[in-house]
């Protein structure tokens, strides 16, 4: 396939395929396709520490692995699925070294807020905070659907399937999620809820 | 439960403020590309390391093969070998075969022989006695029995 050829309409099963054959310039088109959407939500699941080593951990898994990807079809889900198990060996790593919400890493999200502080509005810093103050409160089973379906916007089906869950277990964690975050939100102070 | 235009309120809500992703390193494409170079060059040495160990195996069946074809063209040549010496005649264990004139004279010296052991003169038997008798313990008339005195 020629590589003017490789445009956003080509689908992730053509670029799978090529990556098969060895081509790395395909591998490339799909990263640059997702590596917004792992950062992301290797961010809302994991903070910022260690944020682009662990998508580059995603993208090597992926890259290892795609010679046993099944259904081509089913490549983002399956993205979705090696980001979310990066993530949670991370946060193993992280509960570990009981670093994991350390004074150390609510200091580096006070620089970078502090550092924002002139540029942004600082009701959206504020608001941006208790989001992620709500996220961090979850248990990461309940984190991790309310990143997918809620901020990832993907549907509950298939979110079942990236974490392997039962699609009803999926919607009680949903439910469960929200209502935390929303209980959180509104004892800071946020009415609009 | 919640009212679905709550739920709808809340995930507008969490998608309008959630943290700003940070920006990646700018060299971050290239890493992970090289990342992949990396493990692709390390694959290739892998399986050329196999392919090698693949190749190498045949040879040590060989050997094997050798060992174990040698160890039958031994063990076939002992016996080759013994049956020539058998068919050639040869008999390890045989006793040699005597003309019948020598074997007479053999006859008539062991007969001699024999018959001089079981006929012996007085003087050769009181001689021999004289040399055995100390086993009998038998004291005779012309002995004293020892004193401590």
Same mark, same amino acid.
């Given at each position: 396939?020629?590589?003017?050829?490789?445009?956003?309409?080509?689908?992730?099963?053509?670029?799978?395929?090529?990556? %098969?054959?060895?081509?790395?310039?395909?591998?490339?088109?799909?990263?640059?396709?997702?590596?917004?959407? $792992?950062?992301?939500?290797?961010?809302?699941?994991?903070?910022?520490?260690?944020?682009?080593?662990?998508?580059?951990?995603?993208?090597?898994?992926?890259?290892?692995g795609?010679?046993?990807?099944?259904?081509?079809?089913?490549?983002?889900?399956?993205l979705?699925?090696?980001t979310?198990?990066?993530?949670?060996?991370?946060?193993?790593?992280?509960?570990?070294?009981?670093?994991?919400?350390?004074?150390?890493?609510?200091?580096?999200?006070?620089?970078?807020?502090?550092? =924002?502080?002139?540029?942004?509005?600082?009701?959206?810093?504020?608001?941006?905070?208790?989001?992620?103050?709500?996220?961090?409160?979850?248990?990461? +089973?309940?984190?991790?659907?309310? $990143?997918?379906?809620?901020?990832?916007?993907?549907?509950? =089906? +298939?979110?079942?399937?990236? %974490?392997?869950?039962?699609?009803?277990?999926?919607?009680?964690? $949903?439910?469960?999620?929200?209502?935390?975050?929303?209980?959180?939100?509104?004892? +800071?102070? $946020?009415?609009?809820? | 439960?919640?009212?679905?235009?709550?739920?709808? !309120?809340?995930?507008?809500?969490?998608?309008?403020?959630?943290?700003?992703?940070?920006?990646?390193?700018?060299?971050?494409?290239?890493?992970?590309?090289? @990342?992949? !170079?990396?493990?692709? @060059?390390?694959?290739?040495?892998? &399986?050329?390391? !196999?392919?090698?160990?693949? &190749? @190498?195996?045949?040879?040590?069946?060989?050997?094997?093969?050798i060992?174990?074809?040698?160890?039958?063209?031994?063990?076939?040549?002992? @016996?080759a070998?013994?049956?020539?010496?058998?068919?050639?005649?040869?008999r390890?264990?045989?006793?040699?075969?005597?003309?019948?004139?020598?074997?007479?004279?053999? !006859?008539?010296?062991?007969?001699?022989?024999?018959?001089?052991?079981?006929?012996?003169?007085?003087?050769?038997?009181?001689?021999n006695?004289?040399?055995?008798?100390?086993? &009998?313990?038998?004291?005779?008339?012309?002995?004293?029995?020892?004193?401590?005195?």
């Amino acid at each position: 396939m020629p590589a003017n050829v490789l445009t956003d309409d080509c689908s992730d099963s053509d670029l799978v395929a090529q990556c %098969l054959k060895g081509d790395r310039t395909c591998f490339r088109y799909l990263y640059q396709r997702y590596q917004h959407k $792992v950062r992301s939500t290797l961010y809302q699941l994991c903070g910022p520490s260690l944020l682009d080593d662990l998508a580059q951990e995603v993208f090597l898994r992926v890259w290892k692995g795609l010679p046993k990807l099944k259904h081509q079809e089913n490549f983002s889900t399956w993205l979705y699925r090696i980001t979310w198990n990066v993530a949670s060996d991370q946060r193993q790593a992280f509960a570990k070294q009981h670093s994991f919400d350390s004074q150390l890493k609510n200091q580096e999200v006070m620089d970078g807020i502090i550092i =924002k502080d002139n540029t942004s509005d600082l009701m959206q810093l504020h608001y941006e905070d208790l989001v992620q103050r709500g996220l961090d409160q979850l248990s990461f +089973e309940h984190r991790s659907v309310l $990143v997918l379906h809620d901020l990832e916007d993907i549907p509950q =089906k +298939e979110v079942a399937q990236i %974490l392997g869950l039962p699609a009803g277990t999926v919607k009680s964690r $949903v439910f469960y999620a929200r209502n935390a975050v929303r209980q959180f939100l509104q004892k +800071e102070g $946020v009415s609009e809820l | 439960m919640n009212n679905p235009s709550s739920d709808q !309120e809340l995930v507008k809500f969490l998608n309008k403020h959630r943290p700003t992703l940070p920006e990646a390193a700018p060299d971050l494409e290239l890493k992970i590309l090289a @990342a992949i !170079e990396n493990n692709q @060059a390390n694959l290739v040495n892998q &399986t050329h390391r !196999e392919k090698t160990r693949v &190749t @190498a195996s045949p040879k040590s069946n060989d050997r094997l093969k050798i060992s174990s074809v040698s160890k039958w063209a031994v063990s076939s040549a002992i @016996a080759a070998g013994l049956l020539v010496l058998w068919s050639a005649g040869y008999r390890p264990f045989e006793t040699a075969q005597l003309p019948d004139e020598e074997t007479a004279k053999l !006859e008539a010296f062991l007969v001699t022989n024999w018959e001089g052991v079981l006929h012996d003169s007085p003087q050769e038997n009181m001689t021999n006695r004289s040399q055995t008798d100390w086993l &009998t313990f038998s004291p005779g008339a012309d002995s004293e029995p020892p004193t401590n005195k």
